[in-house]
């Protein structure tokens, strides 16, 4: 798992160059200050929507990362948990009136205690037996959805009735989304700052790293990543939530299915597990090359898409097998050395 330098940080500058381990950047800044400059820039509605699916993605992927990346937690299921705060806020919203500002946070907050009873049970397994057991539980909160007709809508789905309004989150132009999916994104990632620069997210990354070890020195390896799968899991709810709201239709075998899983794993894995711009980085480079391959290609030469997209991910994977933000953190490295 990649990492930055974390004891140069007290002779490193106030403000450093390259990413550090709990510290903004000036590199991150100004990566923020892009993406808001894409969201001011009226750019074409097909690339909008690229853009908007961006952010989206690195903020799912900066959620999945505290789970999988600081708590060492490797989760297939965590779609089980975007699909629970979909389904949560647009129930809410089609049965009680509830604004969908406030069905987010619910949908969230029921997130996180499935996340909190799934850390629970499976506290006993590791590895891909720990893997195996969140590709299970989502499997089953799929197949509860496809089943429980009178409140998911089955294999329909549900719609959201395209009733544009504040109240409604629903809006007629799509830098409003794109707004909220950045705003999405840049809060996730202050918590991810704040987790690092914590006691809690040390204790975490102990526990990855040698969960025994951990416990001699006084850290409950239950409790930390029981809250870790609940924080990770909350903030995807509220993700899907922003997904339903956005595309005002819940399809079940989409939203809880084993390929989005393996994408908010994906990810951070690409651009470096264990660290906050990994995810972001991950996104930003996979999310557009998968949504622009798939427009271009996926009718003129069905499947070819999915070679190009595969070939590039295994040309990352073997050049920079830490990540991008290695590959940063290494550039930094080499640059305080000369």
């Known amino acids: 798992m990649a990492s930055f330098d974390r004891a140069s940080s007290a002779r490193s500058p106030l403000i450093p160059l390259f990413p550090q381990w709990g510290r903004v950047s000036i590199f991150e800044l100004a990566l923020i200050l892009t993406c808001i400059a894409l969201v001011v820039v009226r750019l074409p509605t097909s690339f909008q929507d690229v853009l908007l699916l961006t952010y989206m993605f690195a903020g799912l992927a900066l959620a999945w990362n505290i789970a999988g990346g600081y708590a060492g937690l490797i989760s297939f299921g965590h779609a089980a948990f975007f699909g629970v705060g979909a389904y949560t806020s647009t129930i809410l919203y089609l049965n009680l009136g509830l604004t969908p500002w406030i069905g987010l946070w619910v949908g969230g907050l029921l997130a996180a205690v499935f996340g909190a009873v799934l850390a629970l049970v499976c506290a006993r397994l590791r590895g ?68 690092e620069a914590s006691r809690f997210g040390y204790y975490l990354c102990a526990i990855r790293d040698d969960e025994d070890a951990a416990a001699a020195a006084g850290v409950n390896p239950l409790i930390g990543r029981t809250a870790a799968m609940a924080l990770s899991a909350g903030l995807t709810g509220i993700g899907g939530s922003l997904f339903a709201q956005y595309f005002l239709y819940l399809d079940p075998t989409f939203l809880i299915s084993p390929e989005l899983s393996f994408q908010f794993a994906l990810l951070p894995a690409v651009g470096g597990l264990g660290t906050a711009i990994g995810p972001v980085l991950g996104s930003l480079l996979i999310t557009p090359l998968s949504e622009l391959l798939r427009s271009h290609l996926g009718n003129a030469a069905a499947g070819l898409h999915l070679v190009i997209y595969s070939a590039g991910l295994i040309v990352v994977m073997l050049y920079f097998p830490g990540g991008l933000a290695a590959a940063i953190a290494k550039l930094d490295w080499r640059r305080r050395r000369s």
């Open 128 to 195: 891909p037996f720990f893997i195996l057991s969140t590709l299970a539980f989502a499997e089953v909160v799929r197949l509860g959805a496809l089943n429980w007709v009178s409140l998911t809508g089955g294999p329909e789905g549900l719609s959201i009735p395209p009733v544009s309004g504040y109240a409604n989150m629903v809006f007629t132009s799509k830098a409003i989304y794109a707004w909220i999916m950045l705003s999405y994104a840049v809060a996730i990632y202050a918590v991810t700052k704040a987790l």
